[in-house]
C-alpha cells in the first residue's frame, strides 16, 4: 500500500479558486465527495500551457462540478500521482500523455484497469493517450491510428450522437486550430458509441475525415477517448472542449 501523499483539491470561493492541501487518507465512500483525478506527465511547453495540460483541464472543471473534489495529479508526483488513497476514492480519471508514457508504473496500471474493470471508475483518454499504458491494456489492442502527421491547419467537429450526455449544450458544428492529424481507422474494438467526428483542413488545400469521440463500456466502468488535444494548440482552454470535458466527467462517474 502506498504511503498517503498531499493531493492538490481545487474548490470556487467568492473570491477566486482556493487550493488546499489535504492527506490523501482512505475515507468512507458512502459520505464522500465526488472526485475526479486529473492526470497529465508534465511535458506540455509552457508557452502555450503554463501549468500544464491537467492544469488547463482543471480550471476548466472548477466551478462546475458541484460536490467535487479535482485533483491535479503528474507524473513527477510522489506514487505517479495517484497513490493507492486517492485512486480507491476516485470516481474519474482523466489521463494525458506523450513522451512518458513508458514511464508509468505497470503496478499502477493494474491498479488503473482494476478500478475501471471491477469498481466502475471512469476512464478518460485525450490525444497522444492512446499510446498510453492504461488505455492500451483497457482497450486489449495496440491503440494505433492509420496516420500521424503534422500538416493540418484546422479541426472541424461535427455532433454526431446529439442524444449522447457527452455532446449536451455542444453546437452541432465547431472548430479549432489543431496542427496534426490522426487519420482512421483507429485500431480498437468497436465503440458503444461514436459522439464526434471531425475533418482536418490540411496546408495543400486537401481534408481529411476522422472519428474524434469514441465510448465504450469496459467491465463495470464507462470509458471515453478524445482525439484532439495536440500539445502545442490550445486546445483545452477552447470553450466547447471544456463542455466536452465536464460532460464527459459527468458520463463516466459510477452512479452513486
Not at 484546422?154 to 496534426?180: A, C, M, Q, R, Y
Request: neutral net charge; proline residues 5%.
Amino acid at each position: 500500500m502506498s504511503m498517503p501523499v498531499e493531493v492538490i483539491l481545487f474548490s470556487v470561493l467568492a473570491a477566486g479558486i482556493a487550493v488546499t492541501s489535504i492527506a490523501a487518507e482512505p475515507v468512507d465512500k458512502a459520505k464522500a465527495k465526488r472526485c475526479v483525478i486529473v492526470w497529465s506527465e508534465g511535458t506540455a511547453p509552457k508557452n502555450v500551457y503554463s501549468n500544464d495540460i491537467n492544469g488547463a483541464i482543471v480550471e476548466g472543471l472548477t466551478g462546475k462540478l458541484e460536490g467535487w473534489d479535482i485533483v491535479r495529479a503528474s507524473l513527477s508526483d510522489p506514487d505517479q500521482g495517484i497513490p493507492d488513497a486517492l485512486l480507491n476514492r476516485a470516481d474519474v480519471l482523466i489521463w494525458w500523455g506523450h513522451k512518458r508514457h513508458g514511464n508509468v508504473k505497470d503496478e499502477l496500471v493494474a491498479k488503473i484497469v482494476k478500478r475501471v474493470k471491477e469498481e466502475g471508475m471512469g476512464f478518460i483518454s485525450l490525444h497522444s493517450s492512446h499510446f498510453a499504458k492504461p488505455n492500451i491494456a483497457l482497450m486489449g489492442s495496440p491503440c494505433s491510428w492509420g496516420a500521424y502527421v503534422g500538416d493540418s491547419t484546422t479541426l472541424k467537429f461535427s455532433v454526431t450522437d446529439e442524444s449522447h450526455p457527452i455532446t449536451k449544450g455542444l453546437p452541432k458544428e465547431f472548430s479549432l486550430t489543431h496542427n496534426e492529424r490522426y487519420s482512421d481507422p483507429y485500431a480498437v474494438p468497436p465503440a458503444k458509441s461514436i459522439v464526434l467526428e471531425g475533418v482536418a483542413d490540411l496546408k495543400n488545400g486537401k481534408q481529411d475525415k476522422s472519428k474524434q469521440g469514441f465510448c465504450w463500456e469496459i467491465g463495470k466502468g464507462k470509458m471515453f477517448y478524445f482525439q484532439a488535444g495536440h500539445e502545442t494548440n490550445p486546445v483545452f482552454y477552447d470553450e466547447n472542449v471544456r463542455k466536452i470535458m465536464l460532460n464527459a466527467v459527468l458520463w463516466a462517474a459510477p452512479a452513486k
